[in-house]
């Protein structure tokens, strides 16, 4: 009951307090006739005459040589016969420095492949152990550096240790 009394006082209070802090009569029709001076309209100058259009004489188009490109697309296809497909054996997935050892081995088993420099480890996202492997090599044939590509996956986010080459286009070690 109490509560009661005090929201009514409450209430009565800031009905007085609006009521008290109103405006006039008289500034209320001050201001409506200020609003209504302030909207009347500003002649404006009327257009001028427009004047009639004379046809001209336009020159006919002129033929351009069209440029001709032509685009080749090449989507690389599994080719299993390859020698970036031959199956890898005996694959450690247990740390990077395992994977990249096995890596070098397996090109250094490659035909035409002299020798290995060296294998450099990509990250593929930051938060994953899965990266890209770059292993440099020296052709047997050349004697010219170059460079085979392999993502290496590891089991994490729902995927399954795997190795694709990304030269050959094909899984040397397919998910298990």
Known sequence: ??????KFLALALAICLLAACAPSQQAIQAAI?????????????????????????????TQTKAIVTQV????PTNQNSDSSCKPITGMDYSNNSNIAIRLQAYVLGLPGVKSV????????????????FHVSYTDANDGKGYSKRYIVYVAEFGWKNAVFSIDGQCWIDPPH
């Open 33 to 61: 006739s200020q609003t209504q001076t302030a909207w009347t309209p500003i002649q404006t100058q009327t257009p001028y005459s427009t004047q009639t259009a004379y046809p001209t004489q336009t020159a006919y188009p």
């Open 117 to 132: 420099s060296y294998v450099y480890p990509e990250r593929l996202y930051s938060n994953s152990l899965s990266e890209s």
């Open 72 to 75: 080749f697309v090449w989507t």
């Open 1 to 6: 009951m109490v509560k009661a009394k005090v």
